[in-house]
């Protein structure tokens, strides 16, 4: 069996592709040929922008263009969530349902195997998430500990998509944690969408102090990232004391959006630039925290004086990079409701940012698009 496996147009808390490949890989030929496929994946779909929805369809289509007649497609990755009430996105979801034959939800990439194949996969247990992810540099490795986030910020598909929270069960993580430490990986990566909530959904619990104290005890990992941390959820339940004696815990990617209190409530974050400052200040006390934030530039109604501010409060929590995300608007997010910046303005923030970071040796990416889009 020749399998096309569609990579496009996904982010860094994007999991799917990666496993149905090597799991693929194992027992059938992967081609990169369309024409050419028996079967049809299609894993990386992004749609946290109007912009990146429709770049997903114009690349699905094309896939679909090029097919035979007789192939079967399958769908999974973010665009299979289910959209809010609107007249583009309810034609989004039929036009999928009706020109993708298989259409698996996010969190079930072992369903779209056994679709594909249930000699093959029917009887491998694997869970929810294909959870580690291992090979990409020796001694390092990736655990998925949840997906989604229930919180609402202003600029997020969370305002036109369903997004639940979806946790692996503890014990999952903890036989993950177990087998990685007995063949001496030194690094993990442990993500989630929102790190900081694992274990709600189905503890009703904050249960990643568990994971990390769990994590504490392992001889042979030396150091742990949490990619996807939250700093609101992190402040309101008093994170900051596992994290400050964890020897682990020795950075931290998550996203601060702005400086400006204006602009954070503006933004629906949860947090005050003075609380940021505090919580970060009192994590470094006993083992020194690198951090990795990304902040949003040109958000509606960002002014100088709150670019300004942003880097000030930068300065004070001492990043070693920031990604500069150009905001890029939507008509379907909740911010789409303020005064929106001009391209020209969006860039002129970018340029401020971009400069007065590499001035200070702050290592810069800058992404997104930076303009309206309607």
């Known amino acids: 069996m020749k399998i096309f496996i569609g990579s496009e147009n996904a982010c860094g808390l994007n999991y799917q592709h990666d496993f149905i490949y090597s799991k693929l890989s194992e027992s059938f030929e992967i081609i990169t040929n369309v024409s050419d ?77 056994k679709l594909i194949s249930e000699d093959v996969f029917g009887n491998v247990d694997i869970n929810d998430f294909g959870m580690v992810a291992t090979g990409a540099s020796e001694g390092l490795a990736e655990i998925y500990i949840s997906n989604g986030c229930l919180n609402n910020c202003s600029f997020c598909k969370v305002t036109f998509q369903k997004y639940p929270l979806k946790s692996v069960e503890l014990s999952e993580i903890k036989e993950a944690i177990d087998s990685l430490n007995e063949q001496k990986y030194l690094q993990i990566f442990l993500k989630g969408t929102n790190v900081c909530q694992y274990g709600l959904d189905i503890y009703h619990e904050y249960m990643l102090p568990e994971v990390i104290s769990y994590l504490e005890k392992k001889e042979n990992i030396k150091r742990v990232i949490l990619v996807g941390f939250s700093f609101k959820d992190a402040i309101k339940n008093d994170f900051q004391s596992v994290i400050a004696h964890s020897d682990k815990v020795v950075e931290l990617c998550g996203s601060l959006e702005s400086g400006s209190d204006r602009l954070l409530e503006l933004i629906r974050k949860g947090f005050t630039s003075e609380e940021i400052i505090n919580f970060v200040h009192n994590i470094r006390k006993i083992n020194y925290k690198s951090l990795y934030l990304n902040i949003i530039s040109g958000f509606p109604t960002e002014t100088l004086a709150d670019v300004k501010r942003t880097l000030e409060v930068l300065k004070q929590l001492d990043p070693y990079m920031v990604d500069v995300c150009r905001y890029t608007n939507s008509e379907f997010i909740d911010s789409s409701h303020y005064e929106q910046l001009s391209s020209a303005e969006i860039q002129d923030h970018t340029r401020i940012y971009s400069r007065t970071l590499q001035k200070r040796n702050v290592k810069v990416n800058i992404v997104g698009h930076g303009y309206k889009y309607n």
């Not at 912009?51 to 399958?74: F, G, H, Q, W």
């Not at 990755?77 to 309810?90: A, K, Q, Y």
Request: glycine share 2%.
């Open 37 to 113: 496929a028996d079967v049809i994946v299609i894993a990386e779909t992004c749609c946290c922008t109007q912009y990146n929805l429709r770049y997903t369809l114009n690349y699905i289509a094309s896939i679909l263009k090029d097919k035979k007649e007789s192939v079967k497609t399958y769908l999974t990755g973010c665009i299979t969530r289910t959209f809010e009430d609107n007249e583009f996105l309810s034609e989004t979801e039929k036009w999928l349902k009706d020109n993708i034959d298989f259409i698996i939800p996010q969190n079930q990439p072992n369903l779209l195997l």
